[in-house]
């Protein structure tokens, strides 16, 4: 068997992974990255629309979830969204902030694979692709790592920069959880998260004429009395209403915290009274129909569904002030029990995963196998909507790649 001796063997060509590589590269490691796909950072490729929301400006510890959630903090801190932004400057990669912080490229994600193939190049990195792992054992001080091509490598670092389970279709899978199962390292439950949630048939009937409705809304979780204590924060995004339920920026951010059983309660119309404008409405107007008056706070489409489903039909001088009060509530303040997910065919990210009690938060080495790093989407560290999980994927890469 054909073997070759490295310093670092990194399994995964995505953000996490070339970030890493560039970074032992520029420090005179040999430096080998291998990945099963055909073209590197296939995530990046299709994120953002094709424009990659590579970072987010507000980036903090707050933005992540995690059973520590002050692991991240040392990685983020020492490379910061600055940094990368930086970077992409260097390239002349031209970019525009969206809401919220969040940073895209004005042309296309390409941009940003190629600019971390271009570094890569520069630091001397191999990039091997089409390429799988078959086994990986640890012999001595270095581990030995037989390739689906037959060779064999040995290397003294091993990072797996794997990613997680979502978005199976471009061949995501649990196969780093198994790597850190296989040298005894703890991995948190995993579940689809940045995903679509879903309801039940009887509802989704009810619901079917609102399919492709948008509204801004406010949405937080309901945490059943069995669920983990801790804060929940709500989300004031756009939400859309699905012919399997419902999607959105706001949906997508409370899925990481909504628990199958749990309740979300929506507000689809932040900042409005809406009992208040109902009620005014009937004093000014009460010949106009009831759909028509919240029609003018909701969307139409929307207004004429919440009418029927709370039996409100005429005028709204022939609605008493109670029955409006309460429909009102169900705009303000609807509340709703998802049955499930879209899972991970949908999920932006994996939510769990590696241990981070079983890390060191300096250099994302595991603290009982030295040499064995884990970074990116494969830790349980996941961040919000909006870049916050590509950043994490550069500081933890650039975290590794000053120690592996």
Same mark, same amino acid.
């Given at each position: 068997?054909? %073997? +070759? ?18 970074? #032992?590269?520029?420090?005179? !490691? ?5 990945? *099963?796909?055909?073209? &590197?950072?296939?995530?990046? $490729?299709?994120?953002?629309?094709? $424009?990659?929301?590579? =970072? ?9 979830? %995690? ?23 260097? *390239? ?43 086994? @990986?054992? !640890? ?26 389970? %979502? @978005? ?17 390292? $703890?991995? =948190? ?33 309901? &945490?059943? %009395? ?6 929940? &924060? ?11 339920? /419902?999607?959105?920026?706001? @949906? ?16 689809? #119309? &932040? ?5 208040? $404008?109902?009620?005014?409405?009937? =004093? ?6 009831? *759909?028509?008056? /919240?029609? *003018? ?5 929307l207004a004429e569904v919440v009418c029927a489903r709370e039996g409100l039909a005429g005028k709204l001088a022939e609605v008493g002030d109670k ?72 500081? +933890? ?8």
């Open positions: 068997m054909k %073997s +070759s001796d490295l310093d670092v063997l990194i399994v995964g060509a995505g953000a996490a992974g070339m970030m890493c590589a560039i970074e #032992a590269g520029k420090r005179g !490691r040999r430096v080998r990255v291998i990945d *099963h796909a055909r073209a &590197p950072g296939e995530k990046i $490729r299709i994120s953002g629309g094709g $424009r990659c929301n590579f =970072t987010n400006l507000g980036t903090s510890g707050a933005n992540f979830l %995690s059973e520590n959630p002050r692991f991240a903090l040392s990685a983020l801190k020492r490379f910061t969204q600055h940094d990368f932004l930086k970077m992409v400057e260097r *390239h002349d990669i031209a970019w525009h902030e969206k809401t919220l912080g969040q940073l895209f490229c004005d042309d296309s994600a390409k941009q940003i694979i190629r600019m971390l193939t271009d570094e890569m190049k520069a630091a001397g990195v191999t990039l091997s692709l089409d390429l799988g792992v078959k086994t @990986i054992a !640890r012999d001595g001080q270095r581990f030995t790592v037989d390739l689906d091509d037959g060779t064999r490598v040995s290397a003294a670092s091993l990072v797996v920069a794997t990613g997680g389970k %979502s @978005i199976p279709k471009m061949g995501a899978t649990g196969w780093g959880y198994e790597i850190a199962r296989q040298f005894d390292l $703890r991995v =948190t439950e995993t579940r689809p998260a940045l995903v679509p949630l879903t309801f039940e048939p009887g509802l989704l009937e009810q619901l079917k004429p609102l399919a492709g409705v948008a509204v801004d809304a406010v949405v937080k979780a309901l &945490p059943a %009395s069995s669920s983990p204590k801790g804060d929940r &924060p709500q989300f004031k995004e756009a939400m859309l209403f699905t012919h399997r339920g /419902l999607s959105g920026p706001s @949906i997508l951010q409370i899925s990481s915290y909504w628990r199958e059983g749990e309740a979300i309660t929506v507000n689809m #119309a &932040p900042g409005e009274d809406v009992a208040a $404008r109902l009620l005014a409405a009937k =004093t000014e107007n009460g010949k106009q129909a009831v *759909h028509t008056a /919240l029609g *003018h706070v909701i969307p139409r489409r029955k409006l009060r309460a429909m009102a509530e169900t705009v303000n303040a609807w509340t709703v029990k998802p049955v499930g997910s879209e899972g991970y065919r949908t999920a932006e990210v994996t939510l769990g995963g590696v241990d981070t009690a079983a890390l060191d938060q300096q250099t994302m080495e595991a603290k009982t196998v030295p040499g064995l790093f884990f970074i990116g989407e494969v830790v349980d560290v996941t961040g919000w909507l909006g870049g916050y999980n590509f950043q994490w994927a550069w500081s +933890s890469g650039w975290a590794a790649g000053q120690n592996c």
